[in-house]
């Protein structure tokens, strides 16, 4: 069963803090991963993409992929109020055959607080 | 318009009845899709198009039929639905299936409530 699992959370962080967001992943050949943003009762919209280990940074938000440990993760730094929202993780594969394949972790819920 | 539109936004029905969901993007994108979020659940891939092509059925349900006429339409017919399938349905467009970071674009999402 390919799984890609978050820690659901709350995960509250003070402002001005870095709040780390993590997420594993089990199947070996996934190649994309999204970090997503959903505000309550929005729809999700992507912060970052990144396929390459290592890390990839984005203004405040870098993204670290390590495949060998099937592990990525989100790293929000000087975090804000407006910071606060579920975080998704999504996970496909590279290419037209697998690219359908896209999963989704449950979301961490983070909350920035003042 | 722009982006990912949905229609309706709510929709409330009963067991028996018919309905139809609608995506339209105005994004010029080649892939689109269909999403299951449900409470407390991970959101669940439901179908996948690419240049008009299914590409992805996730194992969904019958009651559950998708239509795709072009390339910016995307439509879920739903008929003799269970009170479980209430969720939030979401639609979502990319430029083409396998392009590395193939961003996904949302739109705003059908809440449905079945009776």
């Known amino acids: 069963q390919k799984e890609v699992e978050q820690n659901s959370g709350p995960l509250s962080v003070p402002e001005g803090a870095i709040a780390s967001l993590n997420c594993t992943y089990s199947d070996r050949g996934s190649q994309s991963f999204f970090w997503y943003r959903q505000y309550s009762g929005k729809s999700p919209e992507l912060i970052m993409f990144?396929?390459?280990?290592g890390d990839k940074e984005d203004g405040r938000f870098t993204a670290q992929l390590n495949k060998a440990s099937q592990y990525v993760s989100l790293l929000i730094r000087d975090s804000q109020p407006s910071d606060s929202a579920t975080y998704l993780c999504?996970?496909?594969?590279?290419?037209?055959?697998?690219?359908?394949?896209?999963?989704f972790g449950s979301g961490t819920r983070l909350s920035i607080r003042p | 318009e722009t982006g990912v539109t949905q229609t309706p936004r709510h929709l409330v029905m009963g067991m028996t009845n018919k309905k139809s969901l609608k995506c339209e993007q105005h994004?010029?994108?080649?892939?689109m899709y269909w999403y299951k979020q449900s409470a407390k659940k991970p959101l669940e891939l439901m179908f996948v198009?690419?240049?008009?092509?299914?590409?992805e059925n996730n194992s969904v349900p019958s009651r559950f039929s998708p239509e795709c006429p072009n390339s910016s339409h995307l439509f879920l017919h739903l008929h003799t639905l269970q009170p479980e399938d209430s969720a939030l349905y979401l639609c979502?467009?990319?430029?083409?299936?396998?392009?590395?970071?193939?961003?996904?674009?949302f739109g705003p999402g059908t809440r449905l409530t079945v009776l």
């Open positions: 999504a996970v496909r594969g590279l290419g037209y055959s697998s690219a359908s394949k896209i999963i």
């Open positions: 979502a467009s990319s430029q083409e299936l396998g392009l590395a970071g193939d961003e996904q674009f």
């Open positions: 994004l010029g994108h080649n892939a």
């Open positions: 990144i396929y390459s280990n």
């Open positions: 198009y690419n240049f008009k092509e299914q590409t």
